[in-house]
């Protein structure tokens, strides 16, 4: 596959993931980590890396997509900085850990893993809903250890943590509006930490392919930087024409699909 190829795949990867990201109101992580996986087997490149490059350069395509994210749902005054402060300290923590821990992981492990939480993921979609309410925002220390948790997770399926920071915000009674604006707004530093832990885990590995830094692969980067960002204004358009909950039912599906690849591959 030539380079011009390659970043062309990249640009639709990203288009694909910005469209169901506004379309579901998910991470675009959690299709962005399964489709570059596929592609770099597709590259050649090793499969003892292909999950951590995957992770890593997802991590890192999250630091530029949640920045315009974190604008409009500030804006809008939907971000608590009273909660997301003290997470932030764990979330900090708890990337550059997962970070370490994914890199500890062989590769086929890894996609293992990945494929477990994929379904998960997928059969929350399928069920709906969101845990009720069930005790207040904690202090400092509960909102530190819960983003530790959060962030070490997200770090290792490179994921912003959406799939795990709603559901958490959700049961201790937070506003949904400001639940989903503070979710978004810890996006970002688990991806800044995530994504600097894996340039450091992966700095200087033998089985890299060209334009790696780490475990960050710049020319995936790029390509679904450049549309993702305008694809999610897409999806979200679509979000309000078409039938949402028959086609989060199909994409739950095609999780599925793609997780059962992984844990029977």
Not at 32 to 38: E, G, K, N
Not at 69 to 85: N, T
């Amino acid at each position: 596959m030539t380079l011009v190829y390659v970043f062309a795949s990249y640009l639709t990867l990203g288009a694909l993931a910005g469209t169901l990201a506004g379309l579901f109101g998910i991470g675009g992580g959690l299709v962005i980590v399964p489709v570059l996986i596929f592609s770099f087997g597709l590259q050649g490149i090793s499969f003892e890396i292909a999950a951590h490059l995957a992770v890593g350069t997802s991590l890192a395509t999250i630091v530029f997509t949640s920045m315009s994210s974190i604008r409009s749902h500030h804006s809008h005054k939907a971000v608590r900085w009273d909660i997301f402060r003290p997470m932030t300290v764990g979330i900090v923590i708890g990337a550059v850990l997962g970070a370490w821990s994914a890199s500890m992981l062989s590769g086929p492990t890894l996609e293992l893993i990945i494929g477990i939480f994929v379904i998960l993921v997928a059969i929350k979609m399928l069920l709906g809903g969101n845990p009720k309410p069930g005790r207040d925002v904690p202090g400092n220390a509960g909102l530190a250890a819960s983003g530790g948790f959060i962030g070490w997770a997200s770090a290792i399926f490179g994921i912003g943590g959406g799939t795990l920071t709603v559901p958490y915000l959700s049961w201790c009674n937070v506003r949904m509006q400001e639940t989903v604006g503070t979710s978004a707004a810890c996006g970002l530093p688990i991806a800044v930490a995530g994504a600097l832990g894996n340039i450091w885990t992966g700095w200087g590995h033998p089985n890299l392919p060209d334009y790696s830094l780490g475990f960050v692969y710049l020319p995936a980067l790029l390509g679904i930087i450049l549309t993702s960002m305008l694809f999610a204004r897409v999806g979200a358009a679509l979000a309000h024409r078409l039938d949402a909950i028959v086609l989060k039912r199909i994409f739950a599906l095609v999780l599925i699909v793609l997780g059962l690849r992984f844990l029977l591959s």
